[in-house]
Protein backbone atom coordinates (compact mmCIF):
# COMPACT_ATOMS: atom_id res chain seq x y z
CA UNK A 1 0.00 0.00 0.00
CA UNK A 2 1.15 3.09 -1.44
CA UNK A 3 1.37 6.37 1.15
CA UNK A 4 -0.56 9.25 0.86
CA UNK A 5 0.90 12.14 -1.25
CA UNK A 6 2.47 15.01 1.02
CA UNK A 7 0.60 18.05 0.59
CA UNK A 8 2.90 20.87 -0.62
CA UNK A 9 1.39 24.34 -1.29
CA UNK A 10 4.64 25.80 -2.48
CA UNK A 11 5.18 23.55 -5.07
CA UNK A 12 1.05 24.46 -6.18
CA UNK A 13 2.25 27.68 -6.37
CA UNK A 14 4.40 27.01 -7.86
CA UNK A 15 2.82 25.27 -10.82
CA UNK A 16 0.60 28.17 -11.06
CA UNK A 17 3.46 30.27 -12.63
CA UNK A 18 5.00 31.88 -9.42
CA UNK A 19 8.23 32.03 -9.03
CA UNK A 20 8.97 31.61 -5.40
CA UNK A 21 11.93 33.69 -4.29
CA UNK A 22 13.52 34.37 -1.09
CA UNK A 23 13.83 37.69 0.81
CA UNK A 24 16.87 37.24 2.89
CA UNK A 25 20.44 36.10 2.57
CA UNK A 26 23.03 35.45 5.27
CA UNK A 27 26.64 33.71 5.85
CA UNK A 28 24.89 31.49 8.10
CA UNK A 29 22.40 30.53 5.58
CA UNK A 30 24.93 29.88 2.92
CA UNK A 31 27.60 27.81 5.14
CA UNK A 32 24.94 25.87 6.44
CA UNK A 33 23.27 24.63 3.30
CA UNK A 34 20.35 25.99 4.29
CA UNK A 35 19.68 27.93 1.30
CA UNK A 36 20.47 24.21 -0.75
CA UNK A 37 17.91 22.94 1.34
CA UNK A 38 15.24 25.60 0.28
CA UNK A 39 15.74 25.42 -3.10
CA UNK A 40 15.51 21.53 -2.94
CA UNK A 41 12.42 21.09 -0.18
CA UNK A 42 10.77 24.19 -0.92
CA UNK A 43 11.16 25.09 -4.35
CA UNK A 44 13.25 28.19 -3.65
CA UNK A 45 14.65 29.80 -7.23
CA UNK A 46 15.69 33.30 -6.03
CA UNK A 47 17.07 35.33 -2.97
CA UNK A 48 16.22 39.11 -2.57
CA UNK A 49 18.43 40.95 -0.37
CA UNK A 50 18.20 44.38 1.24
CA UNK A 51 20.29 47.02 3.57
CA UNK A 52 18.39 46.07 6.45
CA UNK A 53 18.79 41.86 5.73
CA UNK A 54 22.76 42.55 5.39
CA UNK A 55 22.28 44.69 8.59
CA UNK A 56 20.43 41.37 10.37
CA UNK A 57 22.99 39.45 9.48
CA UNK A 58 26.08 41.26 10.57
CA UNK A 59 24.78 41.46 14.21
CA UNK A 60 23.96 37.50 13.99
CA UNK A 61 27.12 34.78 14.83
CA UNK A 62 30.27 34.88 14.02
CA UNK A 63 30.70 34.11 10.63
CA UNK A 64 32.20 37.14 9.19
CA UNK A 65 34.73 37.62 12.00
CA UNK A 66 37.53 36.27 9.92
CA UNK A 67 36.86 38.21 6.66
CA UNK A 68 36.87 41.27 8.65
CA UNK A 69 40.09 40.57 10.42
CA UNK A 70 41.48 40.15 7.05
CA UNK A 71 39.59 43.85 6.19
CA UNK A 72 41.12 45.22 9.04
CA UNK A 73 44.69 43.89 8.55
CA UNK A 74 44.17 45.62 4.79
CA UNK A 75 43.46 48.37 6.47
CA UNK A 76 39.95 48.80 4.44
CA UNK A 77 37.71 51.70 4.86
CA UNK A 78 34.11 50.88 6.21
CA UNK A 79 32.71 51.42 2.87
CA UNK A 80 35.17 49.25 1.07
CA UNK A 81 34.48 46.82 4.07
CA UNK A 82 30.89 46.44 3.61
CA UNK A 83 31.42 46.13 -0.46
CA UNK A 84 33.57 43.50 -0.03
CA UNK A 85 31.24 41.86 2.59
CA UNK A 86 27.79 42.02 0.50
CA UNK A 87 29.11 40.87 -2.71
CA UNK A 88 30.56 38.18 -1.35
CA UNK A 89 28.01 36.66 -0.14
CA UNK A 90 25.76 37.44 -2.97
CA UNK A 91 28.03 35.82 -5.40
CA UNK A 92 28.44 33.16 -3.00
CA UNK A 93 24.15 32.82 -3.40
CA UNK A 94 25.07 32.94 -6.98
CA UNK A 95 26.70 29.92 -7.37
CA UNK A 96 24.56 28.07 -4.91
CA UNK A 97 21.53 28.91 -7.35
CA UNK A 98 23.41 28.96 -10.37
CA UNK A 99 21.63 25.04 -11.32
CA UNK A 100 18.48 26.74 -11.28
CA UNK A 101 19.80 29.54 -13.40
CA UNK A 102 20.28 27.02 -15.71
CA UNK A 103 17.41 25.26 -15.74
CA UNK A 104 15.33 27.65 -16.35
CA UNK A 105 17.52 29.50 -19.05
CA UNK A 106 18.14 32.14 -17.02
CA UNK A 107 14.40 33.14 -15.92
CA UNK A 108 15.32 32.27 -12.33
CA UNK A 109 18.44 31.49 -10.18
CA UNK A 110 19.03 34.89 -9.83
CA UNK A 111 20.42 37.03 -6.49
CA UNK A 112 19.55 40.69 -6.04
CA UNK A 113 22.09 43.17 -4.61
CA UNK A 114 20.86 46.99 -3.99
CA UNK A 115 22.96 49.68 -4.71
CA UNK A 116 23.91 52.01 -1.57
CA UNK A 117 20.24 53.56 -0.97
CA UNK A 118 21.77 57.34 -0.33
CA UNK A 119 22.30 57.58 -4.10
CA UNK A 120 19.18 56.95 -4.90
CA UNK A 121 18.23 60.61 -5.78
CA UNK A 122 21.18 60.64 -7.76
CA UNK A 123 21.30 58.59 -11.48
CA UNK A 124 24.44 58.98 -12.57
CA UNK A 125 26.21 57.96 -8.78
CA UNK A 126 23.74 55.02 -8.90
CA UNK A 127 24.45 53.65 -12.64
CA UNK A 128 27.89 53.92 -11.58
CA UNK A 129 27.48 51.84 -8.30
CA UNK A 130 25.66 49.18 -10.65
CA UNK A 131 28.17 48.48 -12.75
CA UNK A 132 30.95 48.47 -10.00
CA UNK A 133 28.58 45.65 -8.02
CA UNK A 134 27.48 43.66 -11.62
CA UNK A 135 32.28 43.88 -12.06
CA UNK A 136 32.45 43.18 -8.15
CA UNK A 137 29.99 40.12 -8.20
CA UNK A 138 31.11 38.74 -11.68
CA UNK A 139 28.34 36.44 -11.96
CA UNK A 140 25.33 36.18 -15.23
CA UNK A 141 22.55 35.62 -12.34
CA UNK A 142 23.08 38.71 -10.93
CA UNK A 143 20.19 41.54 -10.53
CA UNK A 144 21.39 45.40 -9.07
CA UNK A 145 18.68 46.83 -7.04
CA UNK A 146 17.94 50.01 -8.25
CA UNK A 147 14.92 52.18 -6.30
CA UNK A 148 12.40 53.18 -8.76
CA UNK A 149 12.24 56.95 -7.55
CA UNK A 150 11.68 59.86 -10.46
CA UNK A 151 15.45 60.35 -10.64
CA UNK A 152 16.36 56.22 -10.86
CA UNK A 153 13.97 56.40 -14.12
CA UNK A 154 17.40 57.37 -16.19
CA UNK A 155 19.65 54.47 -14.35
CA UNK A 156 17.28 52.00 -15.03
CA UNK A 157 17.27 52.65 -18.47
CA UNK A 158 21.49 53.18 -18.40
CA UNK A 159 21.61 50.12 -17.11
CA UNK A 160 19.42 48.00 -18.95
CA UNK A 161 21.16 49.36 -22.07
CA UNK A 162 24.28 48.25 -20.91
CA UNK A 163 23.25 44.67 -20.54
CA UNK A 164 22.75 45.17 -16.45
CA UNK A 165 20.10 43.20 -15.21
CA UNK A 166 17.72 45.18 -12.88
CA UNK A 167 15.46 44.72 -9.80
CA UNK A 168 13.81 47.63 -9.54
CA UNK A 169 12.93 48.04 -6.26
CA UNK A 170 10.40 50.26 -4.20
CA UNK A 171 8.08 50.72 -6.45
CA UNK A 172 4.46 51.59 -4.60
CA UNK A 173 2.28 53.70 -7.06
CA UNK A 174 0.41 52.49 -10.51
CA UNK A 175 1.89 55.32 -12.28
CA UNK A 176 5.73 54.89 -11.01
CA UNK A 177 5.35 51.43 -12.16
CA UNK A 178 4.05 52.08 -15.55
CA UNK A 179 7.12 54.53 -15.82
CA UNK A 180 9.32 51.87 -14.96
CA UNK A 181 8.33 49.73 -17.33
CA UNK A 182 8.56 52.21 -19.77
CA UNK A 183 12.69 53.12 -18.60
CA UNK A 184 12.43 48.59 -18.86
CA UNK A 185 11.78 49.14 -22.60
CA UNK A 186 13.52 52.10 -23.52
CA UNK A 187 16.43 50.43 -22.16
CA UNK A 188 15.99 47.40 -24.31
CA UNK A 189 15.32 49.65 -27.31
CA UNK A 190 18.99 50.91 -26.78
CA UNK A 191 20.65 47.93 -25.71
CA UNK A 192 19.76 46.71 -29.49
CA UNK A 193 20.65 49.50 -31.26
CA UNK A 194 24.14 48.96 -29.66
CA UNK A 195 24.36 45.37 -30.43
CA UNK A 196 23.61 43.12 -27.64
CA UNK A 197 21.67 40.15 -27.23
CA UNK A 198 18.32 41.26 -25.23
CA UNK A 199 17.82 37.34 -24.02
CA UNK A 200 20.58 38.14 -21.97
CA UNK A 201 18.98 40.97 -20.01
CA UNK A 202 16.61 39.94 -17.32
CA UNK A 203 14.42 42.64 -14.76
CA UNK A 204 11.56 42.43 -12.22
CA UNK A 205 9.41 45.01 -11.09
CA UNK A 206 9.24 44.99 -6.92
CA UNK A 207 6.05 46.23 -6.30
CA UNK A 208 5.81 46.98 -2.38
CA UNK A 209 2.57 45.25 -0.75
CA UNK A 210 2.07 45.21 3.20
CA UNK A 211 3.53 48.67 3.95
CA UNK A 212 0.18 49.61 1.92
CA UNK A 213 -2.48 48.38 3.60
CA UNK A 214 -0.44 49.26 6.94
CA UNK A 215 -0.74 52.90 5.83
CA UNK A 216 -3.98 53.25 4.49
CA UNK A 217 -5.10 51.10 7.59
CA UNK A 218 -3.83 53.81 10.17
CA UNK A 219 -5.43 56.61 7.81
CA UNK A 220 -8.72 55.15 7.53
CA UNK A 221 -8.84 54.49 11.79
CA UNK A 222 -8.32 58.26 11.44
CA UNK A 223 -10.94 58.90 9.33
CA UNK A 224 -13.47 57.51 11.54
CA UNK A 225 -15.36 53.99 11.94
CA UNK A 226 -17.62 54.39 9.52
CA UNK A 227 -14.75 53.80 6.51
CA UNK A 228 -12.33 51.13 8.83
CA UNK A 229 -13.99 48.19 9.45
CA UNK A 230 -15.02 47.62 5.73
CA UNK A 231 -12.14 48.96 3.74
CA UNK A 232 -9.03 47.70 5.70
CA UNK A 233 -6.32 44.88 4.96
CA UNK A 234 -7.99 45.55 0.76
CA UNK A 235 -6.05 48.26 -0.44
CA UNK A 236 -2.29 46.11 -0.88
CA UNK A 237 -3.86 43.80 -2.96
CA UNK A 238 -6.19 45.89 -5.31
CA UNK A 239 -3.08 47.81 -5.78
CA UNK A 240 -0.76 45.56 -6.98
CA UNK A 241 -3.73 43.60 -8.81
CA UNK A 242 -3.97 46.32 -11.07
CA UNK A 243 -0.44 46.64 -11.43
CA UNK A 244 -0.76 42.86 -12.97
CA UNK A 245 -3.56 43.97 -15.47
CA UNK A 246 -1.31 46.89 -16.69
CA UNK A 247 1.51 44.06 -17.16
CA UNK A 248 -0.99 42.15 -19.19
CA UNK A 249 -1.84 45.02 -21.68
CA UNK A 250 1.48 46.13 -21.88
CA UNK A 251 2.61 42.02 -23.04
CA UNK A 252 0.15 42.70 -25.99
CA UNK A 253 1.28 46.26 -27.15
CA UNK A 254 3.17 46.28 -30.54
CA UNK A 255 5.98 48.32 -28.68
CA UNK A 256 6.33 45.23 -26.15
CA UNK A 257 6.07 42.81 -29.23
CA UNK A 258 8.64 44.07 -31.39
CA UNK A 259 11.51 43.75 -28.65
CA UNK A 260 9.99 40.28 -27.75
CA UNK A 261 10.82 39.49 -31.33
CA UNK A 262 14.23 40.58 -30.71
CA UNK A 263 14.60 37.85 -27.86
CA UNK A 264 13.51 40.22 -24.84
CA UNK A 265 12.01 38.40 -22.16
CA UNK A 266 8.92 40.32 -20.12
CA UNK A 267 9.64 42.33 -16.85
CA UNK A 268 8.03 40.73 -14.23
CA UNK A 269 5.81 41.91 -11.71
CA UNK A 270 7.26 40.81 -7.88
CA UNK A 271 5.50 41.35 -5.08
CA UNK A 272 7.54 42.37 -2.29
CA UNK A 273 6.85 43.24 1.10
CA UNK A 274 5.04 40.27 1.58
CA UNK A 275 5.13 39.30 5.26
CA UNK A 276 1.79 40.73 7.22
CA UNK A 277 2.38 43.17 9.52
CA UNK A 278 -1.22 42.96 10.73
CA UNK A 279 -1.18 40.34 13.14
CA UNK A 280 -5.28 40.03 12.81
CA UNK A 281 -4.39 39.16 8.90
CA UNK A 282 -4.08 36.12 7.90
CA UNK A 283 0.07 35.01 7.79
CA UNK A 284 -0.06 34.10 4.12
CA UNK A 285 -2.66 36.48 2.29
CA UNK A 286 -0.20 38.06 0.16
CA UNK A 287 0.85 34.79 -1.42
CA UNK A 288 -2.90 33.81 -1.55
CA UNK A 289 -4.47 37.15 -3.16
CA UNK A 290 -1.69 37.23 -5.78
CA UNK A 291 -1.38 34.00 -7.52
CA UNK A 292 -0.56 34.39 -10.89
CA UNK A 293 1.26 33.42 -13.83
CA UNK A 294 4.44 35.30 -14.67
CA UNK A 295 5.09 36.77 -11.32
CA UNK A 296 7.09 36.51 -8.62
CA UNK A 297 6.95 36.66 -4.78
CA UNK A 298 9.80 37.20 -2.23
CA UNK A 299 8.90 35.84 0.76
CA UNK A 300 10.91 36.54 4.69
CA UNK A 301 11.06 32.78 5.92
CA UNK A 302 8.66 33.25 8.53
CA UNK A 303 6.14 33.59 5.17
CA UNK A 304 7.86 31.14 3.39
CA UNK A 305 7.54 28.75 6.18
CA UNK A 306 3.84 29.70 6.94
CA UNK A 307 2.83 29.28 3.41
CA UNK A 308 4.27 25.60 3.22
CA UNK A 309 3.25 24.61 6.70
CA UNK A 310 -0.83 25.81 5.80
CA UNK A 311 -0.99 27.88 2.95
CA UNK A 312 -3.72 27.24 0.14
CA UNK A 313 -2.91 27.39 -3.71
CA UNK A 314 -6.24 28.27 -4.93
CA UNK A 315 -5.41 29.55 -8.43
CA UNK A 316 -5.27 32.31 -10.21
CA UNK A 317 -6.31 35.17 -7.90
CA UNK A 318 -5.51 38.18 -9.84
CA UNK A 319 -6.91 37.85 -13.57
CA UNK A 320 -11.04 39.36 -13.81
CA UNK A 321 -10.30 40.86 -10.07
CA UNK A 322 -9.19 44.58 -11.71
CA UNK A 323 -12.93 45.58 -11.35
CA UNK A 324 -13.73 45.19 -8.21
CA UNK A 325 -10.02 46.46 -7.36
CA UNK A 326 -10.74 49.32 -9.33
CA UNK A 327 -13.56 49.97 -7.04
CA UNK A 328 -12.16 49.28 -3.85
CA UNK A 329 -9.51 52.38 -4.63
CA UNK A 330 -12.36 54.18 -5.81
CA UNK A 331 -14.11 53.67 -2.27
CA UNK A 332 -10.93 54.84 -0.53
CA UNK A 333 -10.95 58.03 -2.57
CA UNK A 334 -14.60 59.03 -1.49
CA UNK A 335 -13.15 57.74 2.54
CA UNK A 336 -11.11 60.74 1.91
CA UNK A 337 -7.38 58.35 1.54
CA UNK A 338 -5.50 60.29 -1.03
CA UNK A 339 -3.77 56.95 -2.89
CA UNK A 340 -1.20 59.14 -4.14
CA UNK A 341 0.00 61.16 -1.08
CA UNK A 342 -0.04 57.55 0.60
CA UNK A 343 2.43 56.06 -1.79
CA UNK A 344 4.45 58.88 -1.74
CA UNK A 345 5.31 58.86 1.38
CA UNK A 346 5.70 55.13 1.28
CA UNK A 347 8.48 55.48 -1.05
CA UNK A 348 10.16 58.29 1.19
CA UNK A 349 9.96 56.57 4.12
CA UNK A 350 10.99 53.42 2.47
CA UNK A 351 14.22 54.47 1.48
CA UNK A 352 14.92 56.28 4.78
CA UNK A 353 14.58 52.90 6.11
CA UNK A 354 16.99 51.88 3.65
CA UNK A 355 19.30 54.29 4.48
CA UNK A 356 19.26 53.60 8.48
CA UNK A 357 20.11 50.42 7.78
CA UNK A 358 23.14 51.28 5.90
CA UNK A 359 23.91 53.62 8.49
CA UNK A 360 23.57 50.28 11.21
CA UNK A 361 25.65 48.29 8.98
CA UNK A 362 28.27 50.65 8.26
CA UNK A 363 28.81 51.47 11.56
CA UNK A 364 28.69 47.74 12.54
CA UNK A 365 31.29 47.05 10.29
CA UNK A 366 33.38 50.26 11.31
CA UNK A 367 33.43 49.44 14.76
CA UNK A 368 34.49 45.42 13.84
CA UNK A 369 37.31 46.59 11.73
CA UNK A 370 38.71 49.20 14.85
CA UNK A 371 38.02 46.27 17.30
CA UNK A 372 40.36 43.96 14.58
CA UNK A 373 42.73 46.67 13.68
CA UNK A 374 46.46 45.12 14.18
CA UNK A 375 47.01 47.64 16.79
CA UNK A 376 43.96 46.90 18.78
CA UNK A 377 44.81 43.20 19.00
CA UNK A 378 48.49 44.35 19.85
Same mark, same amino acid.
Given at each position: ??????????????A?G???????????????G &??? /?? $??????? *???? #?? @??F? =??L??G?R?????????????????AV???????????????????????G?D?????????R?????D??????????????R???F??????? &??? /?? $??????? *???? #?? @???F =???????????Y?????R??????????I??????????????V????????????A?????????N??????A?????????W??????G?????P???S????N????????V?????????????????????????????T??????D????????K??GI?????????????????????????????????????????
Amino acid at each position: MTSPTKHDPLAELSALGVAIWLDDLSRELLAGG &ELE /AL $IKDRHVV *GVTT #NP @TIFA =SALSKGDRYDAQLRELADRGASAEAAVLAVTTDDVRSACDVLAPVYDRTAGLDGCVSIEVDPRLARDADATIKMARRLRDTVGRDNLFVKIPGTR &EGL /AA $ITQAISE *GISV #NV @TLIF =SLERYRAVTDAYLTGLERASEAGLELAGIRSVASFFVSRVDTEVDARLDRAGPGHAASLRGQAAVANARLAYQAFGELSTSQRWQALARLGARPQRPLWASTGVKNPAYPDTMYVTDLAAPGTVNTMPGTTLAAFADHGRAVGDTISGSYHDAARLLGELKAAGIDFDDVTDQLEREGLAKFEASWAELTATIAAELERNHPDARA
